[in-house]
């Protein structure tokens, strides 16, 4: 067989559509959303490149319309789980040993498949099984997923060609091999892209994975496994299950071949697995590669410089996009007492003409939030903030599940910088904001640092670089990720590698090569040309 280095596509980020009115991707998307309304779906689980069906189906609904039914997912059990370990294994080697280009290959026809006949298919039900709008569907599932591939490919290469200097009569060099064992990839609902990547990431540097989608997103998970099967991934090498979390923790991380997890998720999620994995070290072959991204309480904190106008947008979008289910999204806001009435009239301007309802009324910016138990959650912290005497709801607060799971962009005003909506988590379209004097920077500066126990993104609004470079410096350990004047949400693969520390994760940046570098193990190797045939002793 022919030999060579080769070079692979350099990655470029997909162009993101538009969905304007009259355009011709609207009226194709709105096609095959017609057509997924009027289709019922069955979902099988699949293992070892089987399609596997069980006497336990669970249906699936539109958050934003319950009383629809989209279709129907076997649930697997144990036997499934360790069905799906021993098709990885079979297939272990066979994919330790293909050479990296027919990787490269695979994972590239696959973001092609996306960014074309599988766009409008991979938004569609995005759209419908998670309620995000066309833009906000368009960005996560076709775009970022694509850049993902794409880039990821780039890195790996760029892994592949980092090798030691030689010296006079040797020849040093790293094969970068995939873990001894299995990756577990367990994915969440509020990004397909994350969801498509977790799994794909492992398995480009030749790893295989047993993949666990949130069960509120098995709808998209569908699509992006038929992508990864049509792209020509092989049998065995991603193995897609449905199964309850402890069922799959149960025997995963029980298995001697456990080799590493890419999880997103919850903080307290991760934490009780990162237990059960200590707990159980000694039954595993290897020490397994724990890399993780999870929650975050992220703040967007201005100066009195700041453009008033500017900050009223990056709380508008970095707070209600995607209903604010977004790792990433603004939860908790440090306003100057100077600005505040100007912010106030520019950002309240702005939600009074946001529109909530179904995402396949393209003009809709607010949908539903994902289901019942984050809905309950949701309007019991609004209800208890309207009763609270240290809090305002100052836009929104009502809620109505009647239909769909529909919670109204809401701000709540504190007089408390500690109030609980601005400590916890709530992954919802809520909004707490603290106005702070302005003449005590530096002591909200603490207290934001303080108040959370995450560190994800962070946006910082002042037109003063003296104050810009101050409070990044003061909040470096804050965030993973800054923003300066603009939204903390938005994160680009190949632009702005993604991940935080603290509460918030392992901080192995998805979307750069440091996420590659997870899951491989390098192992160095010297030749040499001159053997000695002496023993060099000190005189």
């Given amino acids: 067989m022919p030999k060579g280095i080769f070079n692979v ?70 036997t499934d789980i360790y069905r799906a370990i021993d098709a990885a294994q079979g297939a272990h080697q066979k994919w330790a040993d293909l050479a990296w280009e027919h990787r490269a290959s695979i994972f590239l026809k696959a973001a092609d498949l996306i960014a074309g006949p599988y766009r409008d298919k991979i938004n569609a039900a995005t759209m419908l099984g998670q309620s995000k709008n066309a833009f906000q569907a368009e960005i996560d599932a076709a775009c970022e997923l694509v850049d993902f591939l794409r880039f ?19 020849w040093n060099r790293v094969e970068y091999r995939p873990l001894e064992g299995f990756v577990f990839a367990l994915t969440p609902f509020n990004f397909t892209s994350i969801a498509g990547n977790l799994p794909s990431a492992p398995a480009m540097m030749g790893n295989v994975v047993i993949w666990k989608p949130s069960k509120t997103a098995v709808y998209s998970a569908h699509i992006i496994m038929e992508v990864f099967r049509e792209a020509g991934v092989p049998d065995g090498v991603i193995n897609l299950v449905f199964a309850s979390g402890p069922v799959a923790a149960r025997v995963i991380f029980d298995h001697p071949d456990f080799a590493g997890i890419h999880f997103t998720g919850s903080t307290a999620v991760f934490q009780d697995i990162w237990k059960t994995i200590g707990n159980n070290i000694l039954k595993y072959k290897t020490y397994p590669r724990i890399v993780g991204e999870t929650g975050g309480k992220d703040f967007v904190i201005a100066h009195k410089s700041c453009d008033a106008r500017a900050v009223a947008t990056a709380l508008t979008r970095g707070a209600f996009e995607y209903q604010g289910q977004k790792c990433s999204a603004a939860s908790r806001a440090y306003l100057p007492a100077s600005k505040w009435s100007e912010i106030k009239e520019h950002f309240l301007g702005q939600l009074k003409d946001l529109t909530m309802g179904d995402p396949c009324d393209f003009s809709h910016f607010v949908n539903a939030v994902i289901d019942e138990a984050s809905f309950d959650k949701l ?19 009502r809620c109505d599940k009647t239909v769909g799971y529909f919670i109204e962009p809401t701000v709540i005003l504190t007089t408390d910088p500690l ?67 603009d939204k903390p949400t938005g994160a680009v693969v190949g632009q702005q590698p993604f991940g935080g520390a603290r509460g918030s994760g ?34």
């Avoid at 009027?38 to 319950?66: A, F």
């Avoid at 990821?152 to 040797?170: C, E, L, R, W």
């Avoid at 309007?379 to 607060?397: H, S």
């Fill in 506 to 539: 392992t901080n192995d940046k998805a979307g750069s090569y440091l996420n590659m570098l997870r899951w491989v193990s390098p192992a160095p190797s010297k030749k040499t040309s001159t053997h000695p045939t002496i023993i060099n002793i000190p005189l």
């Fill in 152 to 170: 990821n490919v780039n890195y790996m290469t760029q892994i592949y060609a980092d090798q030691p200097a030689s010296s006079p009569g040797v």
């Fill in 9 to 78: 596509p350099t990655a470029q980020n997909e162009p993101i559509y538009s969905y304007a009115p009259g355009s011709p991707e609207r009226a194709s998307l709105q096609q095959q959303l017609d057509a997924y309304l009027s289709t019922t779906l069955d979902i099988p689980m699949v293992i070892g490149g089987e399609e596997v069906r069980t006497d336990h189906t669970i249906s699936i609904h539109p958050p934003h319309n319950i009383q629809h039914t989209l279709g129907h997912y076997h649930q697997g059990d144990e």
């Fill in 379 to 397: 309007a019991g912290e609004i209800k208890a903030a309207q009763a609270a005497p240290e809090a305002e709801i100052l836009f929104g607060g």
């Fill in 419 to 485: 109030y609980r909506t601005m400590q916890e988590e709530l992954f919802g379209p809520v909004l707490t904001i603290y106005i702070y004097d302005d003449q005590k920077l530096d002591e909200t500066l603490d207290l934001l640092d303080k108040t959370s126990i995450y560190a994800l993104t962070g946006a910082v609004f002042a037109q003063d670089r003296y104050v810009i470079e101050k409070i990044t410096r003061r909040l470096a350990n804050a965030a993973g990720n800054f923003y300066i004047n």
